[in-house]
């Protein structure tokens, strides 16, 4: 077995998953370890959860091989509306919508089963010569100035660079010592599936309701259902505790009254997610031949499906560096990965947050201002276009 590395990444969800590919398909020899077994992280079954991919983070996908390999065709998002309104009734004629034909012919982005992606990157990681796995592996890394050592059980290896794509409780960024700002929302978001009468028209859908917004996003047809999409819906923690109580009926009622009536009559499919929402941010991407890659770095609220994006984007920052680079953990190297991520990742945090605010509340000055504003854009070409540019990732 190879023993020197360039790069060595521990954790191998979608985003330290996918920057392993993209390294060995560009040459580079890659160690990559997670904690968790591989297969099981596979499922099998449509399991409800997605990813929006903005059309910038497709190219990371793309350099891995990941884009070809995955197993469901992604579902294009057309279009964007964004509405501001109140459960159980119809949203505010004051919305903005965003067509993509007004800045090209691509599309926003696309909606990937969560498993869709989990199966072309186990795949890929199998296919590709550039990469040992190890996983499940519990790695114990040191580094200094010279290089960095990943003992896994009784083996020791080497590498130029450490990367920690190790989740939001990384543990290779706490021995660093890098601290980390959090943002608590008093928030849970319950991410699940359904299959709809009507059809979505591959137009996504922001909902702004005063416990948080609910998002529609166009999901491919399955097997057993023409049209289907993905529900992000966020509210605060303890209406979340109660919903998830519910029986499925009763629970899907609660989502139709959030989504109203213009997909006809919805069924869940898939399991329901909950997850409690905070943002943080960590105040260095990275250490002494270390980089902090995903959300390891940093964790956004979902209001704009960007967490993976974020991710995904740093990714493609390292392969950009690392891809000619003679010593992947060079000092300079890191000091231009930080630059290039770190003020654009907390720009994004920020901006979410801010949305977070002001679409969180029901106090009538401020609805009728956002909704004010959400006309006036409307009528603003150029910003429409900027804003549309920017969720594409450009
Ligand atoms: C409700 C919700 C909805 C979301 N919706 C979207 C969306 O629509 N679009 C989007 O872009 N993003 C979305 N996100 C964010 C997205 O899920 C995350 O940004 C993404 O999963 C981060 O990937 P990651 O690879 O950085 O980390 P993770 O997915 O957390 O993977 C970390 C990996 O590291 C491994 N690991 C952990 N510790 C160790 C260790 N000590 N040693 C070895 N391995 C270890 C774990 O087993 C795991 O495999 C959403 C998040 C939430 C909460």
């Excluded at 059309?55 to 065709?73: D, I, N, T």
């Excluded at 005063?210 to 999901?219: D, K, R, S, Y």
């Excluded at 967490?307 to 920052?317: E, F, I, K, S, V």
Aim: hydrophobic residues 45%; aromatic residues 6%; positive net charge.
């Amino acid at each position: 077995m190879d023993k020197n590395f360039d790069v060595a990444i521990i954790g191998a969800g979608p985003v330290g998953g996918a920057l392993a590919c993209a390294l060995a398909a560009a040459g580079r020899r890659v160690l990559l370890v997670d904690k968790s077994p591989l297969p099981p992280m596979e499922h099998p079954d449509f399991d409800g959860r997605a990813y929006a991919i903005a059309a910038g983070s497709r190219a990371l996908l793309e350099a891995g091989g990941l884009w070809a390999a995955l197993p469901y065709p992604p579902c294009p998002i057309l279009d964007i509306a964004v509405t501001d309104g109140k459960p159980g009734r119809p949203a505010s004629p004051l919305r903005l919508n965003f067509d993509h034909r007004k800045v090209g012919d691509d599309a926003f982005g696309w909606i990937i089963e969560a498993r869709a992606l989990r199966i072309a990157i186990n795949q890929r990681l199998h296919e590709l010569s550039g990469v040992t796995l190890m996983a499940p592996a519990e790695a114990v890394v040191t580094r200094n100035a010279a290089g960095v050592s990943v003992i896994v059980g009784a083996e020791t290896f080497t590498a130029q660079l450490a990367v920690a794509a190790d989740g939001r409780s990384s543990r290779l960024r706490d021995e660093a010592g890098i601290a980390v700002t959090r943002i608590p929302y008093r928030q849970s978001a319950v991410v699940c599936a359904i299959a709809h009468q009507r059809p979505h028209n591959n137009i996504a859908l922001e909902h702004f309701l005063p416990g948080g917004p609910f998002a529609q996003l166009p999901m491919s047809a399955t097997a057993e259902h023409e049209n289907v999409s993905a529900i992000v819906f966020t509210d605060k923690t303890d209406i979340v505790a109660r919903l998830s109580t519910l029986d499925t009926t009763r629970f899907t009622a609660e989502v139709a009254k959030r989504l109203g009536t213009h997909c006809g009559a919805i069924e869940l499919i898939g399991k329901r997610w909950t997850y409690p929402l905070s943002a943080m941010h960590a105040q260095r991407y990275v250490d002494t031949r270390l980089a902090l890659v995903g959300d390891s770095a940093h964790g956004i609220h979902p209001i704009a499906g960007q967490g993976l994006n974020l991710g995904l984007r740093d990714a493609m920052a390292l392969l950009e560096l690392c891809s000619y680079a003679r010593d992947c953990g060079a000092p300079d190297l890191l000091r231009a990965y930080q630059a290039a991520r770190r003020p654009a990742n907390l720009l994004m945090l920020a901006a979410t947050d801010g949305l977070d605010r002001l679409f969180s509340t029901d106090n009538p000055a401020i609805r009728l201002a956002r909704d004010l504003g959400l006309a006036a854009v409307e009528r603003m070409p150029r910003l429409k276009r900027r804003f549309m540019q920017a969720a594409m990732g450009r």
